[in-house]
């Protein structure tokens, strides 16, 4: 079976963890390989409607192992409540591993978090909030905890408090509440405890399954435009949302991957700040955005929502190579008689395909192309050749603009509304 990586093409909330627990319904290993709980894929299947943050999407299949994995920063208490509110809605947890070298996302990441964006003010990211670039910050500065050492309680009350020195005298600094060393020890080793003997080192289970040819599913967050090195700098996560860092965060050699699935959205959306050529400011934004429930999975916000830019999923399949193309959400473009398609950017007084760096893309004018609506509910089409004439006219017109071909098809949120 192949190892497939599932990343996002353009700036996120593509869809992702829609695809992933498809997939996964096959997949005897699911891992996701960066990011934290500032994620929110959203599965809609049997067991009801979930935000997942830091679970993999794969923890609906009870035969498949669920990793947390060695790139991803995580916050103990945030998932501990998260696999309570899975198993209350009868979802068994026990497959679910946490890489030992998972750095922990500590309390005083999210207090960091939120002072950073305060200061920073009109030049703000829009980040969650959830502390989540503070603490790749300190996985950097040689300053983050891993996983593991919750084992050995007496050394890691100490970490805590030896790192709380620096940290409490920043915060006092700015003018807010220092954080106790005890309680938030405390705080984390109770979590920690919940998870227990599912600390582990991942890479065993990796290698045993590349060696029984396992399905292996490797769940990326966000996407391509947030990628710390290859997106929209500054306006980006703290991580690689690109294929290439599935294997680094998955512990996986890069040659076994071989098989990357690009979800991409059939318009385009974005939470927080940054470029965005193709975003629609007007009532008709306005209209998409009720109609299609364009509001983060994780803070509730409103997503800025805009016509489909063919020169983003281009963009991330050079970077990605993709094998096939999830477009969602295609059932959303439904009421409109013509459908604007970004082609190209007017750049100072020329046209280019490329992608420019941030500054530059500001000043981006889209230039689109109008392809005809199908005036259709595409609800219970099992078939490509089953959607309307301009549905399909639309999925060429991705693949030739993006290079790449369509695999899959979103036609609603359940895990049934896809056409394969
Ligand atoms: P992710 O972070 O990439 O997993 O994406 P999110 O879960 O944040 O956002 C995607 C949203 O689109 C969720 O509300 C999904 O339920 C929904 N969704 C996914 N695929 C489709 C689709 O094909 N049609 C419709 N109407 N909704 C979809």
């Known amino acids: ?15 992702k963890g829609k695809i992933t627990d498809l997939l996964a319904q096959e997949a005897d290993l699911v891992i996701r390989f960066q990011g934290g709980n500032n994620a929110g894929h959203t599965v809609i299947n049997e067991y009801g409607t979930f935000k997942l943050h830091l679970v993999p999407s794969g923890i609906f299949n009870p035969d498949a192992l669920c990793v947390l994995g060695p790139g991803m920063v995580v916050d103990l208490v945030a998932l501990s409540t998260e696999l309570r509110e899975l198993e209350a809605s009868g979802v068994p947890t026990a497959n679910l591993r946490l890489s030992e070298r998972a750095h922990l996302l500590m309390p005083w990441h999210v207090a960091l978090d ?8 009109r030049q703000k990211l829009g980040t969650t909030g959830r502390g989540v670039g503070p603490a790749y910050s300190d996985k950097v500065a040689r300053h983050g905890i891993q996983a593991y050492e919750v084992c050995d309680e007496r050394r890691f009350r100490e970490r805590v408090a030896h790192e709380l020195e620096t940290k409490n005298k920043v915060l006092e600094r700015f003018g807010d509440a220092p954080l106790d060393a005890q309680e938030t020890a405390d705080a984390v080793l109770a979590a920690a405890a919940l998870l227990g003997e599912r600390i582990v080192d991942t890479l ?14 490797l769940e990326g967050q966000l996407g391509a435009m947030r990628d710390l090195d290859w997106g929209i700098y500054p306006y980006v996560t703290s991580s690689n949302p690109l294929a290439g860092f599935a294997s ?37 934004g306005d209209e998409l955005r009720e109609r299609a429930f364009e509001y983060g999975a994780s803070t509730g916000r409103p997503r800025r929502v805009g016509w489909f830019d063919a ?8 970077l990605n190579a993709f094998t096939e193309l999830a477009v969602t959400k295609l059932d959303v473009l439904g009421p409109y008689e013509e459908i604007p398609f970004g082609v190209a950017y007017e750049l100072d007084g020329r046209q280019t395909t490329d992608m420019p760096p941030t500054h530059v893309l500001e000043r981006a004018r889209p230039r689109y192309e109008r392809l005809p609506g199908w005036l259709a509910d595409l609800a219970g089409t099992t078939d490509r050749r089953g959607l309307p004439s301009a549905a399909q006219q639309y999925l060429r017109r991705i693949e030739e603009t993006v290079g790449a071909r369509v695999g899959m098809i979103g036609i609603g949120p359940e ?3 896809t056409i394969l």
Do not use: N
């Not at 990586?5 to 353009?10: K, L, P, S």
């Not at 065993?204 to 599913?217: F, I, N, Q, S």
């Not at 020169?311 to 050079?318: G, T």
């Open 204 to 217: 065993p289970l990796v290698e045993r399954a590349l060696e029984r040819d396992d399905g292996v599913l």
């Open 114 to 121: 939120r002072l950073d964006e305060r200061e920073r003010g």
């Open 248 to 284: 680094i965060g998955a512990g996986i050699p890069p040659r076994r991957i071989t098989r990357v699935i690009g979800v991409v959205k059939a318009y385009s959306t974005a939470v927080g700040e940054g470029p965005f050529p193709t975003e629609l400011h007007d009532a008709v």
């Open 415 to 417: 895990r049934t509304a």
């Open 311 to 318: 020169l983003v999923p281009r963009y991330a399949h050079r």
């Open 1 to 15: 079976m192949p190892v497939t990586a599932i990343v996002g093409a353009q700036w996120g909330d593509e869809g």
